[in-house]
């Protein structure tokens, strides 16, 4: 049985129906959410009514567990159903404010904090593999949005695996694993200086890696980047944890790649001591302290959700040591199940590692120290951005006062 949500943000009343009944079923009040249940996939059709001009839309081959918003255009005096995409992008107006009540963007929310204290000190929402958008449904499939549209939720950790095209040619690309994901790391690097543009008092941390799949040795592909006029002031590239205000309008380098740093520094320097699919503690060759839960691979998510209660724990326990906390609250695709799956259920799934986190939030409400969280599908379909928003209120304490 799925269950089709209908969210209606304009400022009138939306029904909508299977289209098969041939009648109208349940409404959806402006700024409230409807929930119809049905066992197939249904044409969806919804109604503008009391006002004038009257409108109908209709939308086929429904995703019968998706989310959909019914919006008035005043330009094409048209109603339309938007998927949550659409929705996301869609400007909002007099018409369609409710918009702005369903999708929660964060474009600048570390602006707002205190600057003086190192990056370890702040509670930061991130995304594992961040780059595969494009990749379609599947085992590589971990975000459903862009590097741009991240950054506008709030997203601030970014994590970035990288391969060359060929053995001829300086460029890289974002795989996962060897999947291609069809994006360039240029397109990476330019979301990320066009975001900083327009929020100079935020900061990006990117973890780049080799994706491990044909070009290890990404070292000089990587340098050839930074040496662009396009690109030449993006990063910090110190290694030792900035302090916020260091490195505001800027993109700091954790790298895990292995590169010569005989006569400059490379970034926060990772590429030696991440263990594979443990919890554990890396220190740095500059002394910086690190404890990583990377448990991709524990496919029972009961004890996987225990893990990430454990690693946060931790950090809640420890905030102000000078360690930096990662956590993954993430796993890896098996032959039956997706990341999605394991994200935010199906298939036998139980419990979904994001509603469980989640939960694990909102009894530790308030100003809460749970380091960076590493997250898949943060935000499900496009709608549903509460863990971002959680995590970013655990900054409470830290905020500017006026």
């Not at 898949?376 to 971002?388: A, C, H, I, K, P």
């Amino acid at each position: 049985m799925g269950t089709l949500r209908i969210r209606n943000c304009t400022i009138w009343d939306v029904h909508y129906w299977r289209q098969t009944a041939g009648n109208d079923k349940d409404i959806a009040k402006p700024g409230t959410e409807g929930t119809l249940s049905f066992g197939v996939t249904y044409t969806l059709g919804v109604k503008r009514l009391h006002v004038s001009p009257d409108g109908k839309d209709y939308r086929s081959a429904v995703n019968p567990n998706g989310i959909y918003y019914a919006v008035w255009d005043n330009v094409s005096q048209k109603l339309q159903i938007l998927t949550e995409e659409q929705a996301n992008n869609y400007p909002i107006t007099s018409d369609n404010k409710y918009l702005t009540n369903w999708i929660q963007k964060f474009p600048s929310w570390m602006s707002h904090l205190k600057g003086t204290y190192t990056l370890d000190r702040y509670t930061i929402p991130g995304t594992h593999d961040s780059g595969t958008k494009n990749t379609g449904d599947g085992a590589a499939h971990t975000q459903n949005f862009g590097i741009y549209d991240q950054l506008q939720d709030g997203i601030r950790f970014l994590d970035i695996r990288l391969d060359g095209v060929t053995a001829f040619d300086n460029e890289l690309v974002v795989k996962h694993g060897c999947i291609l994901c069809f994006l360039n790391f240029s397109d990476v690097l330019n979301d990320c200086k066009t975001f900083l543009a327009s929020n100079n008092r935020e900061t990006i941390i990117m973890l780049v890696n080799a994706s491990g799949c044909l070009f290890n040795d990404i070292a000089s592909r990587f340098e050839n980047y930074l040496a662009q006029d396009a690109y030449k002031n993006l990063f910090y590239l110190g290694d030792t944890l900035p302090t916020l205000d260091q490195v505001r309008g800027k993109v700091v380098l954790f790298r895990r790649f292995e590169a010569d740093t005989s006569d400059s520094p490379l970034g926060i320097d990772l590429s030696s001591g991440w263990l594979d699919n443990a919890t554990f503690t890396l220190i740095t060759p500059q002394e910086q302290h690190f404890q990583i839960e990377d448990q991709y691979a524990e496919h029972d998510t009961h004890v996987k959700a225990r893990v990430v209660d454990d690693a946060l724990g931790v950090a809640l326990d420890n905030q102000g040591n000078g360690t930096m906390y990662i956590t993954y609250n993430s796993i890896s695709s098996t032959l039956f199940h997706t990341p999605y799956m394991y994200a935010w259920g199906g298939s036998g799934i139980d419990p979904a590692l994001n509603p469980h986190l989640e939960s694990f939030l909102a009894v530790r409400p308030g100003a809460r120290h749970f380091g960076t969280v590493m997250l898949d599908f943060y935000n499900n379909q496009g709608s549903q951005n509460q863990l971002v928003e959680m995590l970013i209120a655990a900054n409470e304490d830290l905020l500017e006062k006026e």
